[in-house]
């Protein structure tokens, strides 16, 4: 069995800060028992009125801890604090939404039926204990997307937290413990590897939802599917930035950088590979790179050496393979500095590759067909931009991106009420919105012939 080591390593500083020793098997066995049990009651014996306050209680604590809550994810993968701090505050509008919609979501659903008489109507009801594998670069948020809507449907939580951040997960144990939800409904637990494949299998687990690498989303696939759980997955991500037209090539180009360095390059769904209509490029290109290289002072490290030295083995193969980067500097530990590569062949393997850190790939489009097909031309389909002043070519690429998300015109645009999730190796499911409480529901048909 692998031992899975949960540390709290500084990015910034590489030092290490504190170590949590991984839970035993039987650890794992109570967490497990603990959250059927609690579903019995949190299902059952609370009203949905009830679990709606809760949830408020839990996005009124996010608030109130906002500050605490934000220098654990800076010590723990070098958020900086104004973002780690917004980051906080976008969790708590989820748990909030939550709160306010769950009533409309899962109202009784009639069905209007084609012959016979009586009435038929859908019920949505939760379906038991579910099992969140969660990632390290929004520690908070990813849970958000996660427990919100779960929780106030009635199904209870058992969550694996990333290794480096033992003490982000053990601050929201706290706010779920200080909200109100009962022992067992939301359950933190430092399981390893080997842990959470055995958790997956267990039958008191009834569903799973994984954010991760595409590799690891596979293998929890797989589990899940040998036992027959739901299971949603957001994988990663090579999001296409499309500039087909612009009024203002440098607000554009600000919108470029602000996608791709946020986090410090390292989101899912930045728009990774930026593609130029021709006419545009050499000017955007030229404020691009400017813009990218003056971000250099302000960057924030890399979540840890080993990410860093990733990033960096994957641009050196693309310049190995005849691309550009222009950049300054060079990597010092977990800082990496902001570049851009131009003269990535599609072909190339590289530019297949997600490239998780700040480094943009820039292309060149001769026409709205090229753009498109380079758009998707990778594995993934998680996100995606379109940049144009043409209303009619805006909704004409939309339709044909293979994208589970197209935002026009617009960056940071993401909201709790928008369903968020990829199609093609980017993973399936969706989190958020009306769609992201329906996941891990049983969507129960009562059909009443009349009396």
Same mark, same amino acid.
């Given at each position: 069995?692998?031992?899975?080591?949960?540390?709290?390593?500084?990015?910034?500083?590489?030092?290490?800060?504190?170590?949590?020793?991984?839970?035993?098997?039987?650890?794992?066995?109570?967490?497990?028992?603990?959250?059927?049990?609690?579903?019995?009651?949190?299902?059952?014996?609370?009203?949905?009125?009830?679990?709606?306050?809760?949830?408020?209680?839990?996005?009124?604590?996010?608030?109130?801890?906002?500050?605490?809550?934000?220098?654990?994810?800076?010590?723990?993968?070098?958020?900086?604090?104004?973002?780690?701090?917004?980051?906080?505050?976008?969790?708590?509008?989820?748990?909030?939404?939550?709160?306010?919609?769950?009533?409309?979501?899962?109202?009784?659903?009639?069905?209007?039926?084609?012959?016979?008489?009586?009435?038929?109507?859908?019920?949505?009801?939760?379906?038991?204990?579910?099992?969140?594998?969660?990632?390290?670069?929004?520690?908070?948020?990813?849970?958000?997307?996660?427990?919100?809507?779960?929780?106030?449907?009635?199904?209870?939580? &058992? %969550?694996?937290? +990333?290794?480096?951040?033992?003490?982000?997960? $053990? *601050?929201?144990?706290?706010? /779920?413990?200080? #909200? @109100?939800?009962?022992?067992?409904?939301?359950?933190?637990?430092?399981?390893?590897?080997?842990?959470?494949?055995?958790?997956?299998?267990?039958?008191?687990?009834?569903?799973?939802?994984?954010?991760?690498?595409?590799?690891?989303?596979?293998?929890?696939?797989?589990?899940?599917?040998?036992?027959?759980?739901?299971?949603?997955?957001?994988?990663?991500?090579?999001?296409?930035?499309? &500039? %087909?037209?612009? +009024?203002?090539?440098?607000?554009?180009?600000? $919108? *470029?950088?602000?996608?791709? /360095?946020?986090? #410090? @390059?390292?989101?899912?769904?930045?728009?990774?590979?930026?593609?130029?209509a021709a006419e545009l490029y050499d000017e955007f290109l030229d404020i691009f790179t400017k813009k990218v290289l003056a971000t250099a002072g302000g960057l924030a490290p890399l979540s840890s050496v080993a990410a860093a030295e990733r990033l960096e083995a994957q641009v050196q193969r693309a310049v190995d393979d005849g691309a550009t980067l222009v950049c300054e500097g060079r990597r010092?530990?977990?800082?990496?500095?902001?570049?851009?590569?131009?003269?990535?062949?599609?072909?190339?393997?590289?530019?297949?590759?997600?490239?998780?850190?700040?480094?943009?790939?820039?292309?060149?489009?001769?026409?709205?067909?090229?753009?498109?097909?380079?758009?998707?031309?990778?594995?993934?389909?998680?996100?995606?931009?379109?940049?144009?002043?043409?209303?009619?070519?805006?909704?004409?690429?939309?339709?044909?991106?293979?994208?589970?998300?197209?935002?026009?015109?617009?960056?940071?645009?993401?909201?709790?009420?928008?369903?968020?999730?990829?199609?093609?190796?980017?993973?399936?499911?969706?989190?958020?919105?009306?769609?992201?409480?329906?996941?891990?529901?049983?969507?129960?048909?009562?059909?009443?012939?009349?009396?």
């Amino acid at each position: 069995m692998s031992k899975q080591l949960y540390a709290v390593v500084n990015p910034a500083t590489g030092e290490l800060e504190q170590e949590y020793p991984a839970a035993t098997d039987a650890a794992v066995d109570q967490a497990l028992d603990a959250a059927a049990n609690a579903y019995r009651q949190w299902s059952q014996e609370t009203t949905l009125a009830e679990r709606a306050e809760v949830l408020n209680a839990v996005a009124a604590l996010h608030n109130e801890r906002s500050g605490e809550l934000a220098r654990i994810a800076q010590r723990e993968m070098g958020k900086p604090l104004e973002e780690a701090a917004a980051e906080v505050e976008f969790s708590a509008s989820i748990y909030a939404y939550y709160a306010a919609n769950a009533h409309k979501f899962l109202a009784d659903e009639p069905v209007e039926l084609l012959e016979g008489e009586g009435t038929a109507f859908v019920r949505r009801q939760p379906i038991g204990t579910l099992l969140g594998i969660m990632p390290w670069n929004y520690p908070y948020y990813q849970v958000a997307r996660f427990a919100a809507p779960n929780l106030v449907l009635g199904n209870t939580i &058992v %969550l694996k937290p +990333a290794p480096q951040c033992p003490e982000s997960s $053990a *601050a929201l144990q706290r706010i /779920f413990a200080d #909200a @109100g939800c009962p022992e067992g409904g939301y359950v933190n637990v430092y399981a390893t590897n080997d842990q959470a494949a055995d958790a997956i299998a267990d039958p008191r687990v009834r569903g799973v939802s994984f954010t991760g690498s595409e590799r690891a989303g596979a293998e929890v696939a797989e589990k899940a599917g040998r036992n027959l759980k739901k299971v949603v997955l957001e994988l990663g991500g090579s999001d296409p930035f499309l &500039v %087909l037209s612009s +009024a203002d090539l440098e607000a554009t180009a600000q $919108a *470029a950088v602000d996608t791709r /360095f946020e986090n #410090a @390059g390292q989101a899912c769904n930045a728009g990774k590979r930026v593609i130029v209509a021709a006419e545009l490029y050499d000017e955007f290109l030229d404020i691009f790179t400017k813009k990218v290289l003056a971000t250099a002072g302000g960057l924030a490290p890399l979540s840890s050496v080993a990410a860093a030295e990733r990033l960096e083995a994957q641009v050196q193969r693309a310049v190995d393979d005849g691309a550009t980067l222009v950049c300054e500097g060079r990597r010092e530990g977990a800082f990496f500095p902001p570049g851009v590569l131009t003269g990535v062949s599609p072909n190339s393997p590289s530019a297949a590759e997600e490239l998780f850190g700040p480094v943009a790939t820039v292309y060149r489009a001769e026409s709205e067909t090229e753009a498109v097909e380079l758009a998707n031309s990778t594995p993934y389909g998680l996100g995606s931009y379109v940049f144009t002043t043409d209303p009619e070519q805006a909704m004409r690429v939309a339709d044909r991106i293979e994208a589970g998300m197209v935002f026009v015109n617009g960056v940071g645009l993401e909201g709790a009420e928008l369903p968020f999730g990829g199609v093609k190796r980017s993973g399936f499911g969706r989190e958020l919105g009306r769609a992201g409480i329906d996941e891990f529901a049983n969507k129960k048909l009562i059909r009443t012939a009349r009396a």
